[in-house]
C-alpha cells in the first residue's frame, strides 16, 4: 500500500458543535476539508495501530463520497480493520452497537442527523469512542485544536471500495469489512423485547401502527423489524427507501417536519400506534391515536414502566435527563427512589453514567431516548418499548399517558426555536441574560417566584470534568422553569431555543393546550431576552 502525506491547507472552522461536525455539503467539499478533520481525529487519538474502526452513515448526499476518503486515511494512519457497514448505511444506534459488540477501537459516523440533505443542504461526522458513545467534550476540543494547526495528512493510494458486497478482503495488512447495516441491531433488539407478545398483538389488531422513517436511515431497519419480524403489513412503514435527500423532507421527527403521520394520528382512520425516527434513526416520536406524546412525557413513562419489558424486569439503577428536558422523569425517579442525573444538552454526557452503571435509562426533549444498550440515543429501541408496553398493559398510547399524568402530575411542556437568526442578536441576548440571572431569585413576576436564577454548570461526577456555559435556567418556586440555551447543531445564523414548563398536579387541568396553559410564562420569557422585539419576528419558526 503506497501511502502519500499531502500538504494542506488550515482549516479554522472546524469545531465540533453538540454532536459533530455539521457543515453545508459545500463547506465539507472544499478541497482538503474532510481529508483535514479525520486526520485531525486521528492526531488526537493514542494507540489505535492495527485496531479496528466502524464506518457508516446516514446515506445523505456525500455518504459514499466521504466513506471513500475515509478509508484512505484510516488505511494510511495505520488502521487494522474497517468494518463498513453494507451501502455505507449504518443508523447512529446501530453504530454505537456495532462498536461495542466487536470491540473496536472507535467509529467515524457520517450524519448531520436532522437536518436536511442533498447537494446544497448539511453533511456531518462524529467520532465515537470505544463504549459506542460520542467522543467527550475533552476530545471533540482536541480535535478542533488540531486541526487549527494542521499542515498535512496521510492518505493511501488504493482503488475505490466496492461498498455494496458483503464480504471480508484484505489489502496488505488492513481488512476491510463490509457487514449487513442490520443484522447485528436486530438481534440486540430482539434480545430486549418481548417479540412474540408484541407481534401476537399486531396480528391480532389490538395494535394497528404507521413508522414515517422520513426517506432516511430506519427504513431498512424499520422494514426488516416491525414488517418482517413482527408482522406488520408493509404499508405500515411510510417512506420506507432511504434516499440520498431524503426525499426532501427534513427528517427530523416532530409534529411540523413529520406532520403526515401528525394528520394520519389525528384523523378518524388513526392506527392505535404512530412514530418516526430522523435521518440517521437516533430520534423518535411517540403518537397513538389523538395523542402526541411529548418527548419528556415519553422518557418519564418508559422509566415508570421498565419492569414491564424484558430486558429491564429487575429494575433500573438510575435515570437521567438533559437540563432543558421537563422534571416528568424526576418525579418516576423520586417515586421509585433512584437517583435522576441532570446533564448538558448532548447525548455525549450520558455515557460516563451509563458506563458506570449509574443510570439504565435517559432521555432528552430534542426527541431521544435510550438505555444502557447502546451509547447512543435510539429511535427504534424507544418504537418498540412502546410497542412492547402497549401489547403488556393492553391499553392505548391515551390510556397509558393520561394514567402517568393522574399519578405523577403533568409537567406542561413546550419548546420554541427561533432558527436561522443573526448571530449578532443571539449573542447580545446571551450577554443580557448572563447580566440578568444574578439578580433574578427572590423577584415576583405575577404568580412566579424565581427560586433560583443561573447558567448551568455541569460537574461529571464519573471523570471530574467541568462543562460550563450550558443554558440559562430560571426556576419558579412551584416548579415552573424557563431555559435558554442556543442550539449547536445548527448549520445557518444561529438559532436559540426557549424551554417552557410548568408543573400541574390537578387532573381537571390535564388536558389543556401547552401553548394556553403556559402563556404566562411565553411572555415571561419575552420579557427577558425579547426575541421578537430584536429579530421583528412574531412568532418562534417552530414549536414542539
Ligand atoms: C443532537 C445531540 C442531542 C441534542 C440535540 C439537540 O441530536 O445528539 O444530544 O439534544 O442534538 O441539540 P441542539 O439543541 O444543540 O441543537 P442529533 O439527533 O442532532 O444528533
Redo the contacts with the bound molecule.
Keep these: 500500500m503506497h501511502i502519500k502525506t499531502i500538504l494542506t491547507q488550515t482549516y479554522h472552522d472546524q469545531n465540533p458543535?453538540?454532536?459533530?461536525l455539521?457543515k453545508k455539503v459545500s463547506v465539507f467539499k472544499q478541497q482538503h476539508y474532510l481529508e483535514n478533520f479525520v486526520q485531525s481525529i486521528f492526531d488526537v487519538l493514542p494507540n489505535f495501530q492495527g485496531k479496528s474502526l466502524v464506518i457508516g452513515g446516514d446515506g445523505r448526499y456525500f455518504n459514499r463520497e466521504a466513506i471513500q476518503i475515509i478509508i484512505k486515511i484510516a488505511a494510511a494512519n495505520g488502521f487494522g480493520e474497517l468494518i463498513i457497514g453494507q451501502n455505507g448505511i449504518l443508523s447512529?444506534p446501530a453504530a454505537s452497537h456495532i462498536i461495542r459488540k466487536y470491540g473496536a477501537f472507535g467509529g467515524l459516523i457520517l450524519?448531520?442527523?436532522?437536518?436536511p440533505a442533498g447537494e446544497h443542504e448539511d453533511f456531518g461526522i462524529?467520532y465515537n469512542v470505544n463504549n459506542g458513545g460520542?467522543a467527550p467534550e475533552k476530545d471533540t476540543l482536541a480535535f478542533f485544536e488540531r486541526s487549527k494547526v494542521l499542515e498535512n495528512y496521510k492518505i493511501a493510494e488504493l482503488p475505490e471500495l466496492n461498498l455494496d458486497e458483503i464480504g471480508t478482503q484484505e489489502i496488505d495488512s488492513l481488512k476491510i469489512t463490509i457487514i449487513d447495516s442490520v443484522n447485528d441491531y436486530e438481534e440486540l433488539m430482539q434480545s430486549l423485547f418481548d417479540f412474540d407478545l408484541i407481534k401476537q398483538s399486531i396480528q391480532n389488531g389490538f395494535i394497528t401502527l404507521s413508522f414515517d422513517a422520513m426517506s432516511a436511515v430506519t427504513g431498512n431497519y424499520a422494514k426488516r423489524i416491525l414488517v418482517e419480524m413482527l408482522g406488520a403489513p408493509e404499508s405500515a412503514v411510510q417512506n420506507g427507501t432511504p434516499l440520498e435527500d431524503f426525499g426532501g423532507h427534513h427528517p427530523d421527527p416532530n409534529l411540523i417536519h413529520a406532520h403526515e403521520l401528525a394528520d394520519l394520528m389525528f384523523s378518524e382512520n388513526a392506527p392505535t400506534f404512530g412514530a418516526a425516527s430522523?435521518?440517521?434513526g437516533?430520534?423518535n416520536m411517540i403518537m397513538g391515536k389523538g395523542i402526541f406524546v411529548t418527548p419528556s412525557d415519553s422518557l418519564a413513562i418508559l422509566a415508570a414502566n421498565a419492569t414491564l419489558i424484558p430486558a429491564y424486569a429487575t429494575g433500573l439503577k438510575g435515570v437521567a435527563r438533559?437540563m432543558?428536558t421537563s422534571q416528568a422523569v424526576d418525579r418516576v425517579a423520586a417515586n421509585y427512589k433512584i437517583p435522576c442525573y441532570e446533564t448538558p444538552?448532548?447525548?455525549?454526557?450520558f455515557g460516563n453514567l451509563l458506563d458506570a452503571d449509574k443510570i439504565t435509562l435517559c432521555g432528552?426533549?430534542?426527541?431521544?431516548t435510550g438505555s444502557q444498550h447502546v451509547r447512543?440515543?435510539d429511535g427504534l429501541w424507544a418504537v418498540l418499548f412502546w410497542l412492547n408496553l402497549i401489547a403488556r398493559r393492553r391499553q392505548s398510547v391515551e390510556e397509558i399517558v393520561h394514567e402517568h399524568w393522574r399519578k405523577f402530575g403533568r409537567d406542561i411542556y413546550s419548546r420554541h426555536d427561533y432558527e436561522a437568526v443573526d448571530s449578532k442578536v443571539t449573542n447580545a441576548i446571551m450577554v443580557s441574560l448572563r447580566k440578568q440571572i444574578t439578580t433574578l431569585a427572590g423577584q415576583v413576576f405575577g404568580d412566579f417566584i424565581v427560586k433560583y436564577a443561573n447558567e448551568f454548570c455541569y460537574h461529571d461526577s464519573i471523570d471530574g470534568s467541568t462543562s460550563a456555559n450550558q443554558g440559562f435556567r430560571i426556576g419558579f418556586e412551584n416548579g415552573s422553569r424557563i431555559v435558554f440555551?442556543?442550539?449547536?447543531?445548527?448549520t445557518v445564523g444561529a438559532?436559540l431555543?426557549i424551554y417552557i414548563e410548568r408543573f400541574e398536579p390537578d387532573v381537571s387541568k390535564h388536558h389543556q393546550d401547552p401553548q394556553i396553559a403556559l402563556s404566562e410564562l411565553i411572555e415571561l420569557a419575552e420579557q427577558f431576552c425579547k426575541i421578537k422585539q430584536l429579530t421583528g419576528l412574531a412568532e418562534p419558526t417552530v414549536i414542539t
Aim: overall charge positive.
Design positions: 458543535g453538540t454532536s459533530g455539521r447512529t450524519s448531520a442527523s436532522h437536518n462524529k460520542p430522523d435521518g440517521d437516533d430520534r438533559s432543558p444538552t448532548g447525548w455525549k454526557f432528552e426533549e430534542s426527541f431521544g447512543e440515543k440555551r442556543l442550539s449547536g447543531t445548527g438559532t431555543r
